[in-house]
C-alpha cells in the first residue's frame, strides 16, 4: 500500500487524464437535441466511466498477461501515450486519441451518448485505461487495489457532477478559463508521462540508470 500523498497524486492524475470538465462543452454539443434526457445521460456516462475504470484495474494485469506484454514495455508505450494527450493539452487543441470527428458526428444523431462515445473512448479511452493498469501496478495486494477502485469511482462521481451540472459551468467558465485549465491538466499529465517512460526504460536498459 502507498502512501495518500501518491494516491492523492493518482487522484489528480486521473482527473487530468479524464477531464470531466473539458468534457463539458463536447457533452452539450452531444446532448443538444436531447436536452430532457441530460440527467440520464450524466447518470450513465459517470457509470460507464468507473465500470470501464474497474476492469482496468481488475483485469488489466491479465491482459497484459495474455498478450505476453512486459509491464515496463507497456510503462513506456503508455507513457508515450499520455505524453501525446499533455501536448494536446497544452495546447489547448482536442484530443484526437481520445475521439475522432466522425465520432462526434455519429454521437450527436445518437441516443446512446452517454456510453460511446462520451464514457469510450471521450473519458475512459486508451489514455485513462493505460493509466489505471500502470497505477495498478505500482503496489500489491488487495488493499491497494480496492483503494484505487473507490478512486476510479470518486472520478465516476465527479463526471456524473460535471454533466450534471454542464449547462451552468459552461455559463461560468470562460473558453478561456476551460483552456488554461486544460493546460494546467496537461503539465500535470506530462510529469506523470515521463515518470512512466523513465521507470520503463530503467529497468527494460539497466544502463540508463549507472
Known amino acids: 500500500m502507498l502512501t495518500w500523498n501518491e494516491y492523492l497524486r493518482m487522484l489528480m492524475g486521473l482527473f487530468a487524464i479524464v477531464g470531466p470538465v473539458g ?49 515496463d514495455g507497456f510503462r513506456v508505450a503508455g507513457g508515450l501515450l499520455l505524453m501525446t494527450v499533455a501536448f494536446e493539452m497544452l495546447e489547448a487543441r482536442p484530443v484526437r486519441t481520445r475521439h475522432t470527428p466522425e465520432e462526434e458526428q455519429e454521437a450527436i444523431d445518437s441516443s446512446s451518448v452517454g456510453v460511446v462515445p462520451l464514457a469510450l473512448p471521450l473519458l475512459s479511452g486508451p489514455g485513462a485505461i493505460s493509466t489505471v493498469i500502470l497505477f495498478s501496478q505500482q503496489a500489491g495486494g488487495a488493499t491497494h487495489k480496492l483503494i484505487l477502485i473507490l478512486l476510479c469511482w470518486l472520478m465516476a462521481t465527479m463526471v456524473w457532477i460535471c454533466f450534471h451540472l454542464a449547462p451552468e459551468i459552461a455559463k461560468r467558465l470562460s473558453r478561456t478559463t ?33
Request: charged share 10%; proline share 4%.
Open 178 to 210: 476551460m483552456n488554461i485549465s486544460a493546460r494546467v491538466m496537461g503539465l500535470i499529465l506530462a510529469s506523470m508521462a515521463v515518470d512512466f517512460i523513465v521507470g520503463g526504460l530503467k529497468n527494460l536498459l539497466p544502463g540508463l540508470g549507472s
Open 23 to 71: 468534457a463539458v462543452p463536447l457533452f452539450l454539443n452531444f446532448t443538444e437535441n436531447l436536452q430532457s434526457q441530460r440527467p440520464r445521460i450524466a447518470r450513465t456516462s459517470g457509470f460507464a466511466v468507473g465500470c470501464i475504470l474497474t476492469l482496468a484495474v481488475v483485469g488489466g494485469t491479465q491482459i497484459l498477461y495474455t498478450f505476453s506484454i512486459s509491464l
